[in-house]
């Protein structure tokens, strides 16, 4: 399964906010057993997005040299999310310094608030990393890093290649 | 700003960091014995007392990390030396070391990190301004 819990960056300004958009489909294979007749999203997944969302905005915001871990969240759920809906994050960056970085975040599905978390994320170096992890700076390797080039793209904030 | 007022606001950002209650936060209380504190909530606190305040607090300021660095002068068998309490005085000049002095063990140096340690450096800062 690919750890990609967001579909689109819908707006990227750098060391300020990000919003990125997650739709919900029922073909997605989680739906299935959580729960069996009912389905809804996850809130650990929902988290996920939202702290992919913020995850980027920190690691953009040191050109993606740091390693950036997810350190500490707090959440409060409003309500449940469905198949079929699109849910909307909003990250904004509240703090930021060598050690790390804060984000307060939203997730709504059109006006509708679902949840929102305050999440903080550490710098870490090579040598802090726990045993057996390579030096990938995480999330940023891959199909997110990807997603965010797009986004810079359709924003005109792509710096040439 | 008074040393009480200052209490109250790192009360208040220790209650929300670290989910205490208002009466668990004394001057006395232990970060880690006392109120749980992990190591990721100390960077979580110097952001919340920055923000608090409104001037950086660089980390080592406040919660320094590896002052010995394995120093063979400073730590011995366990405990460190009277060398290493002169370094660690020097290095944590906020933190009340009467009591620790008693029985300078490595693995206790963690009750340094008190509420009266965060206090105490933030009055020195305040009133420098």
Known sequence: MRWTWIDRFVAFEPRKSAVAVKNLSLAEDHFADHFPGFPVMPASLILEGLAQTGGI?????????????????????????VPGEQLTYTTTLVDLNDTGGRVNGTVHVGDGLVAEAEIMFAHVSPA??????PDAKFVFSGELAYLLKMAEAATGTAKPA | ???????????????????????????????????????IDFLDIVFRLERQFG?????????????FQGDPKFVAGGKITESGLVELQSKMPYADLTEFRKDPRLDKMEDLFTVDLIVNYLESRVNKK
Do not use: C, W, Y
């Open chain 2, 55 to 67: 001037f950086s607090i660089p980390r080592e300021d406040l919660f320094p990390e590896a002052i």
């Open chain 1, 128 to 133: 802090q990393l726990p045993p057996g992890m």
């Open chain 1, 57 to 81: 905005l920190i690691g953009h915001a040191n050109n993606f040299e740091k390693n950036v871990v997810l350190a500490k969240m707090s959440a409060k759920f409003h309500r449940e999310a």
């Open chain 2, 1 to 39: 700003m008074t040393h009480d007022e200052i209490f109250a606001k790192v009360r208040v950002t220790l209650v929300d960091a670290l989910n205490v209650d208002d009466n668990e936060v004394t001057p006395t209380s232990r970060l880690k014995g006392d109120l749980n504190a992990e190591s």
